[in-house]
Every structure is written in C-alpha cells, then in structure tokens.
C-alpha cells in the first residue's frame, strides 16, 4: 500500500520504507565552508564585551551547505528583526531521550562485516560520538528477524508441531556475530544510547499460524510470550546491553505476507500487558519499560484503548508512534488525555520513490523532528542506521529503502544521506535529559522548536524554512535577539549558553 508524502513523493506503507537521496561524501567530515552571498558574515567589529555568542549551524536544500558550521552571531540589546521568533526558557516540557535509528540485522550485518576494523570505526564515530560525530543517543533493536535480515528467525524456534513452552531452546545466539558487538561498541563510543526493542513476530509455535508470518498470539501463549521477553532483557543485559523499554509488538494492526509480523488488537494486547509481560517484568525485577503502539499516526485510539484498562495502564509507560500514515498531531490528543503516560517516535523511512533532497529535508526536519517533538516526543526514531547500495539486505518488505547511511558492500565506503543531516541538526547538539522550551511555533514559513540542555544549561533552537525564497528573521530570548538569514527549504541549528 502506497500514499502520497506531500511534496516529498511517495511512502510505502509498512514498516520498510525510507527517504532519500544519497550524497557521495564518504567517511570525510560533514562541514563544509559556506559560500553563499546572502549570508551572515563575520562582524567586522568584535562582539560587544559579554555579549552572548550564538553558533549557527546549517544545511541548504541545495546541498551547497551540509551541517556546515557558519560564521557565529550575536545577542544585542536592539529591537528584533521581524519576523521575530521568541525562545523562553521558562515555559518547558518534555525531557529528551535521543535522536537516532534501528539497529536491524542488515545493519549490523553490514557495519560488522563488510568493513574493516577502521571503517567501522570511523562509522561508529560519526554516528554515535559527540566530539567526532552527530551524537546519536537512541536506537532500536529487533528482537528475532525483521524484514531487514538475511533469514527469518526468532530466539526458539522449533520443528513444526513442537512447542517450546518453558523456552529450554531459547537462544540469543543469532546477536552474536553482528547486532552485539555494534550495540557494545555503539555504548562504548557514546554511554548514553538508550536501547528499546521490539519482535516483528514471537516463536511461530506461539501462534495462529504456527509461522513467524502473519496471524496473532494464541491465549495459551500469553505466560510463554511474557517470558521470552524476560529471557531476552536478561540475555542482553548479561552481554553488556541494558535494554530501556519495549514494546510487545511492531506494527500491530498490520499483517505482512513475506515477513514476519503480527496482529495484536488493542484488547489484546491490555490483556496480554496488563496480566502477563507487565506482572512478569516485575515480578522478574526488571526495570524495562513497556511502551504501547509502535505504529502510525492514523489510529490513535489503539493506543488510547490500551490506556483506558486498568490493568495495562498501570504497566504502560509510554505510546511509541510511526509515520506511515496519519498526521503527526495525532500524537497530542492521546498525550493530553494521560498526561502521565511518554509519548516516543520509533520509525519512520524513505526511499527511491522520493529523491529531492530539499523536498526530504523538510520533511525529515519538519514532521520528524520539530513535529514529533512538538507533539510531545521524546525520541526521534528513524528505521535502518545503514543499508547497503541495493537496499538491503532484506527478506521481503520494502525493497528501495535507504538507512541513513549506505553503505557500499564491496569496498565498506558509506554516504551520509539526508536523514542523517536531519538526525544531526538535533543529535549533535540537543542532548539526553535537554528539555523541550517554548519557542514560537510557525511564522512566515518558519518553522521551529527550541531546547535546554540539562548539563551547562545551553539552548539549542531550529530553525526550518519551508519556502522557496531565502527568509531574515530574528530570534528574541532573555530581551536581547539576533537576525539571520536563512536560504530558501534549508535548516538551521543555532546554539549559544
């Protein structure tokens, strides 16, 4: 099933897809000197003594800039440029976990064996460091095979007409080779990564169908299946990976035919949540927590149902969300309506079908990172960190996605691709524990949203301009502002303490 992505082109529906265009700029660094005319050169005056340094950061829909570092800005006491952005401090909302991506098996696969030792890590940097890279601080991990693996799996596994009840065969040896040691190496490079999971399908003996493919849980699954997410915690967590949260199901309102997944229906789920994984987690000691949904937009009241019972809402922590259909403001009502409850983006991807990089920035930028945020989100998840140059490997589902790197199988080079500049313009600079600040929405084309962080108390504000002209605005915080220009569907990030 396919819709229409505005201006962006097309998105496949599922949990497959992804956006975007490939830049050929390898493992060199992501700054590049600016060279437009409009710009905002260096005063030719020093900055007033004391006055509050402000370093922009920006990327052109023409690609002329890439997370280029431009000349900085300053805080003065004159009267705003109009339009006027307002940044307040004062006025704050949720705190962030992270910005990043999934760590699916033909990611893993590809980091850990189509590169060499240095390649990755010079990967690894990129993406996951905070003084060499752009800082990613939150992934997701499948539990058992997702589309995007080379064969179909889970961790038990029987003949069929066998079951495996008690889990005596459970095994995370399938991690071994490649997901563990990129997980390990990823948590080295940056401590901070948050680690959630998530199976596409359980056992197949646990199921409707027998199979990894399509059907739903059976009734006398529900302690088993509870189990198995207990076994796995556990398991990953004796290999060095503590495993934050989970969700008991990707995609559950939707039935893939080639590649493992699972229907669990609203009720379902309250009941298996509510009496089987939510007691078993606690009774096991576990601090994971569940986060419901991990689905689109369109069908908020799945989730809202889940945190209506009782029993499931004492366990819920959070609703998980993916992109694939509905608008991201679906996200605010189920916030309003259990306030107490998180809210996270967990996917979202691109792919061959829409291949303008301005048209992808502002969408990435504008419905993934300012919208979801906006709407309450505290992670920004996009779908594979890396894919190779066919787009895989995966057994079925999409096949023209792209990670947010790819990856060239035969030689390990990689190109960043839009999603990475998006991710970046947020990861690099809004850390773990940053809170969101209010700031003003959407003015004259201007889209934005602004953070503290937690630490030395810096602000981070991005900027976004959705038009097809070069825009001069000026940002108001504390009663002093500064003016920039920004170049037509280009972002910007600027921080400043």
């Not at 800039?65 to 805080?75: D, G, M, N």
């Not at 953070?451 to 825009?471: E, H, P, Q, Y």
Request: hydrophobic residues 40%; glycine residues 10%; contains cysteine.
């Amino acid at each position: 099933m396919i819709t229409r992505l505005g201006n962006s082109g097309w998105r496949v529906h599922a949990s497959t897809t992804g956006v975007l265009v490939v830049l050929a700029l390898g493992v060199a660094g992501c700054s590049r000197p600016g060279t437009s005319p409009d710009a905002n050169p260096i005063s030719p005056q020093p900055p007033p003594p004391g006055a509050v340094v402000v370093q922009p950061w920006v990327t052109t829909g023409d690609q002329n800039k890439l997370l280029s570092r431009e000349s900085p800005v300053y805080f003065t006491s004159d009267a705003a440029t109009a339009p006027v952005i307002d940044v307040d401090e004062g006025t704050r909302y949720q705190a962030m976990l992270g910005f990043g991506a999934a760590v699916t098996d033909a990611s893993a696969y590809l980091i850990q064996e189509k590169m060499t030792a240095d390649q990755r890590e010079a990967l690894l940097q990129d993406l996951f460091g905070r003084s060499a890279g752009i800082g990613l601080s939150f992934t997701r991990v499948p539990m058992g095979a997702s589309d995007f693996s080379m064969r179909q799996y889970s961790y038990d596994d029987m003949p069929p007409g066998q079951t495996d009840s008690t889990l005596a065969h459970f095994s995370i040896d399938a991690d071994r080779t490649a997901n563990l040691p990129v997980l390990a190496r990823a948590l080295a490079i940056n401590p901070h990564l948050t680690v959630m999971a998530t199976p596409w399908s359980p056992p197949g003996w646990m199921k409707t169908t027998g199979s990894l493919i399509q059907g739903t849980l059976l009734p006398q699954s529900y302690d088993s299946f509870a189990q198995y997410f207990v076994k796995f915690i556990r398991a990953y967590a004796a290999e060095g990976v503590t495993v934050a949260a989970i969700t008991v199901q990707n995609e559950p309102n939707y039935e893939p035919g080639d590649y493992p997944g699972m229907r669990l229906d609203a009720p379902i789920r309250a009941r298996v949540i509510g009496d089987h994984v939510g007691p078993a987690l606690a009774a096991a000691g576990l601090g994971t927590q569940i986060w419901d949904w991990d689905h689109n937009w369109d069908l908020p009241q799945s989730p809202m149902t889940v945190l209506d019972d009782s029993a499931a809402r004492r366990y819920v922590q959070g609703v998980a969300w993916h992109c694939y259909a509905g608008d991201v403001g679906a996200q605010s009502p189920v916030h309003d309506a259990h306030p107490e409850k998180d809210t996270y983006f967990t996917e979202c991807s691109g792919g061959d079908w829409a291949t303008n990089f301005a048209d992808n920035l502002v969408y990435n930028v504008g419905t993934l990172i300012i919208g979801t945020t906006r709407n309450w989100a505290r992670s920004v998840a996009l779908w594979n960190v890396a894919l190779d140059e066919h787009d895989g490997p995966h057994t079925g589902g999409c096949g023209n996605c792209r990670g947010v790197v790819t990856i060239t199988s035969t030689t390990g080079m990689y190109h960043r691709n839009v999603e990475y500049f998006a991710l970046a313009h947020a990861s690099r600079f809004v850390r773990p524990g940053a809170q969101r600040i209010a700031s003003t929405s959407v003015v004259d084309g201007l889209s934005t949203v602004a953070f503290r962080n937690a630490d030395d108390g810096s602000k981070v504000l991005i900027v976004l301009n959705t038009g097809s002209a070069s825009r001069r605005f000026g940002v108001r915080s504390a009663g002093q502002s500064f003016a920039y220009t920004l170049p037509a569907t280009s972002v910007a990030t600027f921080n400043w303490k």
